[in-house]
């Protein structure tokens, strides 16, 4: 019955990609005379788009608040020379970003308001050349109107050099109308919350719990994860929102102790 939940949770977060061009009308300008350190593609994947700051969960360090995109991406770092001054580049990404038509803002942040950038380096974007002090970082997340994202950040490495990393997120098209809103620790229940209490709208919100066995088995962990959120939950949220129990019969990409909550509507 489980596998059958599990291969439900497909039919909804998963499309069949075909190959994506990455030909947009909305471009981030690379800094004059920065050079390209790597530049890799992601193809068919689940990735993360960070919509807060990071911060310390119970298993590691997660942005506050995350959206999960099935697509296909293209991760550049770019460095650029230690003479020249961070807030010139600073200020050139700001105003680069402002200039684009059509360009909706999800989230920035500059300097500690951001969280650790040890963090966001090694935890998150998975790339310790970008780690630098707290108080130099920035970071940009958007969005166009075709659905395509950007993530852009940067720093200043100890060594000096000024480090950039533009991410650009192309997401599968998904014709079952199911919007993915978070991805959050199922441990974190005051989270969970403000998440909730954040939201418009309840109607359609679906949340599937993903658990792994510790004494108990893998299906009674996601089942109390649920009853400890519902706890928490009003009368009308209660009504409103439905979860589902994976345990660990899903895909492994959802990842473990997770509530993934979307939207659907049809």
Same mark, same amino acid.
């Given at each position: 019955?489980?596998?059958?939940?599990?291969?439900?949770?497909?039919?909804?977060?998963?499309?069949?990609?075909?190959?994506?061009?990455?030909?947009?009308?909305?471009?981030?300008?690379?800094?004059?005379?920065? $050079?390209?350190?790597?530049?890799?593609?992601?193809?068919?994947?689940?990735?993360?788009?960070?919509?807060?700051?990071?911060?310390?969960?119970?298993?590691? *360090?997660?942005?506050?608040?995350?959206?999960?995109?099935?697509?296909?991406?293209?991760?550049?770092?770019?460095?650029?020379?230690?003479?020249?001054?961070?807030?010139?580049?600073?200020?050139?990404?700001?105003?680069?970003?402002?200039?684009?038509?059509?360009?909706?803002?999800?989230?920035?942040?500059?300097?500690?308001?951001?969280?650790?950038? $040890?963090?966001?380096? $090694?935890?998150?974007?998975?790339?310790?050349?970008?780690?630098?002090?707290?108080?130099?970082?920035?970071? *940009?997340?958007?969005?166009?109107?075709?659905?395509?994202?950007?993530?852009?950040?940067?720093?200043?490495?100890?060594?000096?050099?000024?480090?950039?990393?533009?991410?650009?997120?192309?997401?599968?098209?998904?014709?079952?109308?199911? $919007?993915?809103?978070?991805?959050?620790?199922?441990?974190?229940?005051?989270?969970?919350?403000?998440?909730?209490?954040?939201?418009?709208?309840?109607?359609?919100?679906?949340?599937?719990?993903?658990?792994?066995?510790? &004494?108990?088995?893998?299906?009674?962990?996601?089942?109390?994860?649920?009853?400890?959120?519902?706890?928490?939950?009003?009368?009308?949220?209660?009504?409103?929102?439905?979860?589902?129990?994976?345990? &660990?019969?899903?895909?492994?990409?959802?990842?473990?102790?997770?509530?993934?909550?979307?939207?659907?509507? &049809?």
């Amino acid at each position: 019955m489980f596998r059958v939940i599990g291969a439900m949770m497909s039919s909804l977060l998963l499309t069949s990609a075909s190959t994506v061009l990455f030909a947009q009308d909305t471009e981030i300008p690379v800094y004059r005379g920065a $050079n390209i350190v790597k530049s890799k593609p992601v193809e068919k994947s689940y990735i993360e788009i960070p919509l807060a700051k990071i911060y310390r969960s119970g298993r590691g *360090w997660e942005p506050e608040k995350i959206e999960l995109v099935e697509g296909t991406a293209v991760q550049t770092l770019y460095k650029i020379g230690r003479n020249v001054p961070m807030e010139t580049v600073e200020q050139f990404y700001q105003e680069a970003i402002q200039n684009l038509s059509d360009v909706e803002m999800l989230f920035t942040c500059q300097s500690r308001s951001c969280g650790s950038s $040890n963090a966001w380096a $090694n935890n998150f974007f998975n790339d310790y050349l970008l780690y630098g002090s707290d108080s130099s970082q920035s970071l *940009w997340v958007l969005r166009d109107q075709s659905m395509h994202y950007w993530v852009v950040y940067l720093n200043r490495r100890g060594a000096g050099d000024i480090m950039v990393r533009i991410d650009e997120v192309v997401p599968s098209g998904n014709d079952l109308g199911i $919007n993915i809103l978070a991805q959050l620790n199922a441990t974190d229940v005051p989270r969970i919350r403000r998440f909730l209490s954040d939201l418009e709208t309840l109607d359609g919100l679906v949340a599937f719990v993903t658990s792994e066995a510790d &004494n108990r088995s893998a299906i009674r962990v996601g089942d109390a994860y649920i009853e400890e959120i519902r706890r928490t939950l009003n009368p009308s949220e209660l009504s409103s929102i439905r979860f589902i129990n994976l345990a &660990n019969m899903g895909d492994s990409t959802y990842g473990s102790h997770r509530v993934i909550f979307v939207r659907d509507s &049809n």
